[in-house]
Antibody, heavy 125, light 110 residues
Framework: EVQLLESGGGSAQPGGSLRLSCTASGFIFSDYGMSWVRQAPGKGLEWVSSISFNDGPTYYAASVKGRFTISRDGSKNTLFLQMNSLRAEDTALYYC??????????????????WGQGTMVTVSS | QSVLTQPPSASGTPGQRVAISCSGNSSNIGSKTVNWYQQLPGTAPKLLIYSNSYRPSGVPDRFSASKSGTSASLAISGLQSEDEADYFCSAWDDSLNGVVFGGGTKVTVL
């Protein structure tokens, strides 16, 4: 059974940092691209960032580019999101998600098949 | 303002058919595949449709989807009370170099 377990959320002040983790199990982690998607309270889904299966290409939403960094550790089956220079508008439930398709060269994020339960990030002074 | 446009709400009685639209442009829906997600209250989203019209294993065939030009549509046939949820469309956007979502459509079963 595929499981994605996010952690690392919490409260931070504007300008602060947090590091989110997503521990994966039940599938071959290195075969799939992984992503972070967030949802502000009462709002819709917003894609944040994605990383290729082979720790290759990374992609970022314009709203987080230059502030957030996505990475993965295949030895620990873990996905990370380093969040710096946090802003109030980053307040959201952050989900990690696994791609539907096994990755191919030229990977671009596509269908998010399996999702974790999310970890809440609150940015407030 | 979401890049993909969905109606904020849709409704129907049990057994009816409900359709949800998702409108984009040539940089996203017009040239890329569309995915649909269902989010039940208080839960994580669930992939409902991928590659415009394919259902992952376990998704009932009451859910169907199609794409034409720069628009896509999700249909729920034989509406059931458990279908009451938010539905989101998404696609890759070549201009933005990222994934874009619709604003979501709340489906209510009357």
């Amino acid at each position: 059974e595929v499981q994605l377990l996010e952690s690392g959320g919490g409260s931070a002040q504007p300008g602060g940092s947090l590091r989110l983790s997503c521990t994966a199990s039940g599938f071959i982690f290195s075969d799939y691209g992984m992503s972070w998607v967030r949802q502000a309270p009462g709002k819709g889904l917003e894609w944040v960032s994605s990383i290729s299966f082979n720790d290759g290409p990374t992609y970022y939403a314009a709203s987080v580019k230059g502030r957030f960094t996505i990475s993965r550790d295949g030895s620990k089956n873990t996905l990370f999101l380093q969040m710096n220079s946090l802003r109030a508008e980053d307040t959201a439930l952050y989900y990690c998600a696994k791609e539907y398709f096994t990755a191919i060269p030229g990977y671009k994020p596509d269908a998010f098949h399996m999702w974790g339960q999310g970890t809440m990030v609150t940015v407030s002074s | 303002q979401s890049v993909l446009t969905q109606p904020p709400s849709a409704s129907g009685t049990p057994g009816q058919r409900v359709a949800i639209s998702c409108s984009g442009n040539s940089s996203n829906i017009g040239s890329k595949t569309v995915n649909w997600y269902q989010q039940l209250p208080g839960t994580a989203p669930k992939l409902l449709i991928y590659s415009n019209s394919y259902r992952p294993s376990g998704v009932p065939d009451r859910f169907s989807a199609s794409k034409s030009g720069t628009s896509a549509s999700l249909a729920i046939s034989g509406l059931q009370s458990e279908d009451e949820a938010d539905y989101f469309c998404s696609a890759w956007d070549d201009s933005l170099n990222g994934v874009v979502f619709g604003g979501g459509t709340k489906v209510t079963v009357l």
